[in-house]
């Protein structure tokens, strides 16, 4: 009881010692974890590289081509007077793929390896799903 006046005087001043660090802790836990998280994404993307790069390797590897449902041409507005003509050697006989010009606009299909153009095949792009830039 004798020094509970100059212990508890002590631990004020000791507080306010302490108070400016005290302060700063909720920004450095926000820096923290702002940090992490960065390292985090980096370190997915840097798997997801690896991965894209080994299914690549696999693929040249075993010589199959990968398949797509959809085809854009670039350089190509859709036009009556000009037959795009595609390179349909790399398609599979069932595979169906719907080609469309630089704009999105469907202009045909692949089918049975052979080209459809939609102003010489009335149905070419009937049912031709939206292009869409994320999908292939």
Do not use: H
Request: glycine share 6%.
């Amino acid at each position: 009881m004798k020094y509970q006046k100059q212990a508890l005087l002590g631990l004020l001043g000791l507080g306010l010692i302490i108070s400016p660090w005290l302060s700063q802790l909720p920004a450095q836990f926000k820096t923290y974890n702002s940090g992490i998280t960065i390292r985090e994404s980096e370190e997915l993307e840097r798997i997801k590289a690896e991965q894209r790069a080994a299914t690549a390797d696999k693929i040249n590897e075993l010589g199959v081509m990968p398949s797509f449902k959809k085809l854009r041409i670039n350089d190509y507005l859709n036009s009556k007077r000009f037959n795009p003509r595609p390179n349909t050697t790399g398609y599979l006989e069932d595979e169906i793929v719907f080609v469309y010009d630089s704009t999105g606009k469907c202009v045909g299909r692949i089918e049975q390896r052979q080209w459809k153009w939609k102003y010489r095949f009335k149905n070419a792009c009937k049912n031709s799903p939206l292009y869409q830039d994320s999908l292939n």
